[in-house]
């Protein structure tokens, strides 16, 4: 800190130039309520000497106001929990962002919430992350919580866990508290892929290696928590193999200049390198790779370009453009991803919404659910919707065909947001697991027709002289509503059933009771009379 502190006074610029030269980690902390996220993120600033007199000054005074420490203690967790509401009931809520640096790196830090109800918040936290933080209470071992964010933070492809086993000065600074809840931990990842995992017994309340190593656990031999974030290897983490450019924009700004602009999602460009552009399968080579700092020889993963080819080939915003390197990359309109529910209105399949994945966006669908993963247990069941922070296995289907790899081969063209089309919110968020075998395709089932249209298939029949009029009224009502429903003036059987086959409602007139799931009596009930009894006898919901 001592050097960073001279080289500003010295010379501004260089202080500049190496701070931006500096490689940055993004890392998130998570666990159960009370586990001491915000705690030890206040500690990490602390102790390292990366807070603002002011701010220390006004966490201070916060500390003395809600008297969550002792007489001459700060209360760290405010520096992170800013929101009122944080504040009040001392958790944290929203993901908070926080921002440092050392002489070696720069560090984006997302304290996310604990609760359950906000699992979508983590998610959103974690998504862009290379490293997660996850504390254990010594007191209590691995909870349910614990093994929630474990399998969130395996599921978002975060290879580096830190295990944080906190409070140990509550625990009698004991290495048999530690050794017996690292057992537990490795023992339930093993299920997980989870492979490059550390753990330190800390106390983030006294600093206990933190920052510093402990005196009072000299067992412990590894290092403490900032030593590690500052050594841990994240660039063997960037795929740098395949070569991948989602187009976000068509740069041409005169006849002689004709550029495709976007970030490069994996691998290494360099000019005279022949590229595909995705979805068309058209070949060029690379003429140029252009930046606001002038043409490059090379580009790789994170960096904005423009790259100009030799040969006018149509390629439009939503391609991809790849190396030679593809044999992971497919273009298909149906794909199998897991999914993060994040909207308080359940997932409907079949329900229309938008796909936006990389630089493309398209109509689509959730065409099934194969399966709801229980996060606490990781249990799968059967599941017709997924409701606010339920995750489940589910079909894609696209109307266009769209270019992917796999999220765990390549995050940048495996994962994707769904968007309401009615709203222009995002509804939810996924992962792409693999292509559909269409032969392995399971039948539709009545449940799956049920959840679709909104009904149970069912005959219903009018009887009476105004039979045939109320049930086009009724047809039209239905479908007005979002429901399949026809009229069948003729009464026979086996076309009944391939009605109730399908998934409809069929409207028979005049039909026997002995054929017909309901019976109204047209001369004693109106339009919505039978509507309501419909909607009351669960035919239609």
């Not at 001592?2 to 701070?19: F, G």
């Not at 992170?80 to 560090?107: M, N, P, W």
């Not at 606010?388 to 992917?404: D, Q």
């Amino acid at each position: 800190m001592s050097h960073q502190s001279d080289l500003i006074s010295t010379d501004i610029n260089a202080y500049l130039t190496q701070h931006e030269n500096k490689e940055l980690l993004r890392f998130l902390t998570c666990g159960n309520v009370d586990d001491g996220k915000s705690t030890l993120i206040g500690r990490l600033l602390h102790d390292s000497k990366m807070i603002y007199e002011d701010q220390l000054a006004a966490v201070q005074a916060d500390s003395v106001k809600s008297g969550t420490t002792g007489a001459g203690k700060i209360d760290l967790a405010l520096l992170v929990d800013g929101l009122q509401a944080e504040r009040e009931q001392g958790i944290t809520i929203d993901v908070a962002y926080r921002y440092f640096s050392t002489s070696t790196r720069k560090f984006i830090i997302a304290d996310t919430p604990g609760h359950e109800q906000y699992t979508r918040n983590m998610a959103t936290g974690a998504s862009t992350c290379d490293l997660a933080i996850i504390l254990i209470d010594a007191r209590y071992g691995v909870q349910t919580q614990t093994k929630r964010h474990s399998f969130i933070a395996s599921l978002l492809g975060i290879k580096h866990i830190i295990v944080a086993i906190n409070k140990m000065d509550l625990a009698g600074y004991s290495e048999t508290v530690f050794n017996n809840i690292k057992q537990d931990y490795m023992n339930f990842t093993q299920s997980l892929d989870l492979q490059d995992i550390h753990f330190i017994p800390m106390s983030a309340l006294d600093g206990d290696n933190v920052v510093n190593p402990s005196e009072n656990m000299p067992w412990f031999t590894g290092q403490p928590m900032m030593e590690l974030l500052n050594s841990i290897e994240i660039m063997s983490d960037r795929n740098f193999t395949d070569a991948r450019l989602p187009v976000q924009y068509v740069n041409r700004p005169n006849l002689d200049f004709r550029g495709f602009c976007g970030t490069i999602a994996s691998g290494i460009f360099r000019k005279g390198d022949t590229v595909t552009a995705l979805p068309s399968g058209k070949k060029s080579t690379i003429k140029s790779i252009v930046t606001y700092d002038g043409e490059l020889a090379s580009a790789f993963t994170s960096m904005a370009v423009t790259l100009t080819l030799d040969d006018e080939i149509d390629v439009s915003r939503g391609d991809i453009l790849v190396g030679t390197t593809t044999s992971t990359i497919t273009v298909a309109d149906k794909f199998n991803a897991t999914i993060v529910w994040m909207a308080d209105a359940a997932l409907t399949p079949g329900r229309q919404y938008t796909i936006k994945l990389a630089t493309r966006s398209v109509p689509g669908s959730v065409a099934m659910i194969h399966h709801r993963i229980d996060v606490n247990t990781l249990e799968h069941h059967d599941a017709t919707t997924l409701q606010l922070n339920e995750i489940g296995s589910c079909a894609i289907s696209v109307t266009a065909p769209v270019v992917y790899d796999t999220y765990k081969t390549n995050k940048g063209t495996g994962a994707f947001i769904i968007i309401d089309r009615l709203t222009n919110g995002t509804v939810g968020a996924g992962m792409i697991t693999g292509t559909i075998d269409e032969s392995l395709q399971r039948p539709v089932s009545s449940e799956e027709r049920a959840a679709r249209f909104g009904q149970m298939a069912s005959i219903v029949s009018l009887t009476g002289d105004a039979g045939k009029a109320l049930a086009y009224q009724l047809e039209r009502k239905l479908f007005d509503n979002g429901h399949a429903a026809t009229v069948l003036e003729s009464q026979d059987f086996a076309l009944m059933q391939a009605i109730k086959n399908a998934g409809l409602i069929g409207l028979c007139i005049n039909s026997s009771a002995e054929l017909a799931d309901v019976v109204f009596d047209c001369q004693q009930n109106t339009l919505d009379d039978i509507y309501n009894t419909l909607k009351k006898q669960k035919i239609i919901f």
